[in-house]
């Protein structure tokens, strides 16, 4: 088997030709009406693994493949969508490995379909960020959340301000507000440099250090005070990755004010 789905392996499709074309799939040796079988259909496992195929099939394409599902794409996300809308899922009803796994399915589609401008989309992420329960639908709905931010004509303040709850909520996981971070890595807008400057005056390392590498990368020119601030006990020789925070200051220093 070359692949199954992320969150469905140990889940049964109790429809036998659907059970079929889900395997001819992992096998390698499905088409693409394999794939609409079980994208149409009422099963949410067969669904949750036409979405995961799709992902798995565009990870693929940085290796030069082409993604077998792209002639389905608006309908895919059409899927996805509506997946968002419905309840998540339970484990001991689908034989997921954790609950919410349709939602996780279909935010993995969004990080790559999704339309920046479109406001349902916008609205289906925030609510996303929102309601996610369990870590994988957490990290795919901050990465769809940073796509649109960063992709969109304008900036979305409500997807922004959900990102921002998870990012300075200090009783979170630090994994969790990482992860919300990351998301604001390609994200211009001065907006989320002053959310990252906010979590770079925060007590834990790891959050000022990782929202210090995208204030000087991405909002030097606004939050120098406080990338200077954060730096100021740290060695000159610093290692990896705090060099990076360094040598960016050194040079917006070099250029002067």
């Known amino acids: 088997m070359t692949f199954d789905s992320y969150h469905w392996q140990e889940a049964q499709i109790d429809d036998a030709e659907l059970a079929r074309a889900r395997s001819r799939l992992a096998s390698d040796e499905g088409e693409g009406t394999d794939f609409l079988a079980l994208l149409r259909s009422d099963c949410a496992v067969a669904v949750g693994v036409a979405l995961d195929h799709y992902h798995h099939a565009e990870t693929m394409t940085r290796f030069g493949d082409d993604n077998p599902f792209d002639p389905y794409s608006d309908e895919i996300l059409a899927r996805a969508r509506s997946v968002l809308k419905s309840p998540a899922t339970l484990k001991r009803e689908t034989g997921a490995y954790e609950d919410g796994a349709n939602h996780s399915s279909a935010l993995l589609v969004m990080t790559i379909l999704a339309d920046p401008d479109a406001p349902e989309d916008r609205e289906a992420i925030a609510s996303a960020l929102q309601t996610a329960s369990t870590r994988a639908s957490l990290e795919a709905a901050t990465e769809a959340a940073g796509m649109i931010l960063s992709d969109a004509s304008s ?28 998301a604001l890595g390609n994200v211009t807008d001065r907006r989320a440099g002053d959310v990252l400057a906010r979590a770079a005056q925060q007590k834990i390392q ?9 204030l000087s990368s991405r909002h030097m020119s606004t939050h120098r005070g406080v990338i200077e601030e954060i730096t100021s006990s740290w060695p000159e020789d610093a290692d990896y990755p705090e060099s990076l925070v360094l040598d960016a200051l050194r040079a917006a220093n070099a250029d002067g004010p």
């Open 155 to 182: 900036l979305d303040q409500n997807l922004l301000n959900a990102l921002a709850e998870i990012i300075l909520d200090e009783t979170r996981d630090v994994w969790d507000r990482v992860r919300g971070i990351v």
């Open 206 to 214: 790891k959050i000022q250090l990782e929202a210090a590498i995208i």
